[in-house]
């Protein structure tokens, strides 16, 4: 059966999850954010909030339409509060044992037609899907960060992902104004197949001593045109997320992902990059 959606539910209300609230609030939906309660989940809602002070302070949106933005999201004090969405987009850790019961819980309480998507870096689609019983409505929506910002959205069908799943979905991406490409179910999909390596091997250089961090990050910027250094982004993307991604690669394609050292250590030590203050740079 085809769904309408019209209400669409985020699940987890971090950095991506409350950029992907944004985006689909901007695109018209009515969107309702969870976390793993209700006062993480208006933690997110303050982020998108100081955001859209900041756009309507130096102009660049009305406080009419700020106020009307900021009325389409409610936070939630669990994906349970808002049964009769027909999205739920799940944006939680990248640890597969969590996204595993995330998606257990929604299969129990969402209504038959709604679909189940993961915002997952490189865990197979396939494999999540299996931990529901509506592997044809599952799919994979990779937003990039920032999500309220940045056009593309890898679009992934699982092996058993019906193709209606797939245009719905690729029409929630077009109307927020997003560029929807659809991707294969491989580790890391595209994106993250190609920009891991970059970032792995920076953190390789820098713990070889080759430069320093901005050095390193100044070759990139200014040798290849990248518009962050690979350190800077591995900052602002989480280095937990970045080694949680790079096991999976490892696991899946071999050697050539091992994550560097130095990135094992940084995360051991609680250095996740711009959310906790300090990373390969200092937040503070
Ligand atoms: P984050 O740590 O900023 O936020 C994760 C949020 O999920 C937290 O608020 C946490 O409390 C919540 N959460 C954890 N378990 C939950 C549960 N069982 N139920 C509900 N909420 C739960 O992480 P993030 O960077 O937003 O990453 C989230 C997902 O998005 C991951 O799968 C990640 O790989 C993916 N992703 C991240 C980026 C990035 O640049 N950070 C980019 C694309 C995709």
Known sequence: MDVDIVKIVVVGAGTMGSGIAQALAEGGYSVGLADLDLRRAEQGMSIIRSRLDRRAAAGRMSVQDKE???SRITPLSGPEDWVDAGLFVEAASERETVKQT???QLDAVAP?????ASNTSAISITRLAAATGRPERFIGMHFMNPAHLMKLV???PGLRTAPETVSAVTAVCRRMGKEPVVVADAPGFVANRLLMPVINEAIGALQEG???REDIDTVAKLGANHPMGPLELADFIGLDICLEILETLHAELGERFLPAPL???MVAAGKLGRKSGEGFYEYR
């Open 263 to 265: 990135l094992r250590r």
């Open 112 to 116: 038959d037609p709604a679909i189940l």
């Open 68 to 70: 009307e933005l900021i």
């Open 154 to 156: 890898e679009v992934i």
């Open 102 to 104: 995330v998606f257990r």
């Open 210 to 212: 080759l430069a320093s």
